[in-house]
């Protein structure tokens, strides 16, 4: 069955950095595009970043562009999100979720069981 | 304050229907038909329950429906059990940015 499974979530200083990983399975991974989306502790869902099948298009929510860089590596189905300059309010459960290749953001699925990101000193 | 404008709670008994509304506007919503829906019990991850307004994907049950006027979309579950106590999010894509917007969430509890 399709399956997302993130690590590399923990404890950071603010200003400190951190990488995500998310390993995929049970779907042609190169076909689709994969999405980061987190989530507070007792807040909504916020859209973080997308990447397309072929590593050629990216986009960034505004809040996190310029400190954070997603990518893939379609030979071993996993992809990636580096954070640096963290700050407290990036502090949630993020997300890895394989994404529509049409409308990159039209639905979200499979997700992940998500990994803690805590920004705090 | 969301994009997507959801009621913060709803509630109904076991066998009834109970509708959750979703109002954007006409650059999200009115404007495309990508429309999704996601179900969240506390402290899992969300799971995809309706995607391009009114579409089931294999193994949701039928008891769960979509449908969408205008600017606003809106979420039919019937039959209501206990196991669908849970936060419900919907989203749209956009042409603009951010590509998705999102709504607040709506806790629907069974009575």
């Known amino acids: 069955q399709m399956q997302v499974v993130e690590s590399g979530g923990g404890l950071v200083k603010p200003g400190g950095s951190l990488r995500l990983s998310c390993a995929a399975s049970g779907f042609t991974f190169s076909d689709y595009y994969m999405t980061w989306i987190r989530q507070a502790p007792g807040k909504g869902l916020e859209w973080v970043s997308y990447i397309s099948s072929s590593s050629s298009h990216t986009n960034y929510a505004d809040s996190v562009k310029g400190r954070f860089t997603i990518s893939r590596d379609n030979a071993k189905n996993s992809v990636s999100l580096q954070m640096n300059s963290l700050r407290a309010d990036d502090t949630a459960v993020y997300y890895c979720a394989r994404t529509s290749a049409v409308a990159a953001t039209r639905w979200f699925d499979p997700w992940g069981q998500g990994t803690l990101v805590t920004v705090s000193s | 304050q969301s994009a997507l404008t959801q009621p913060a709670s709803v509630s109904g008994s076991p066998g009834q229907s109970i509708t959750i509304s979703c109002t954007g506007t006409?650059?999200?919503?009115?404007?495309?038909?990508?429309v999704s829906w996601y179900q969240q019990h506390p402290g899992k991850a969300p799971k995809l329950m309706i995607y391009d307004v009114s579409n089931r994907p294999s193994g949701v049950s039928n008891r769960f429906s979509g449908s969408k006027s205008g600017n606003t979309a809106s979420l039919t579950i019937s039959g209501l059990q206990a196991e669908d106590e849970a936060d419900y999010y919907c989203t749209s894509y956009t042409s603009s940015s951010p590509p998705v917007v999102f709504g607040g969430g709506t806790k629907l509890t069974v009575l």
């Open positions: 006409s650059s999200d919503v009115g404007a495309y038909n990508y």
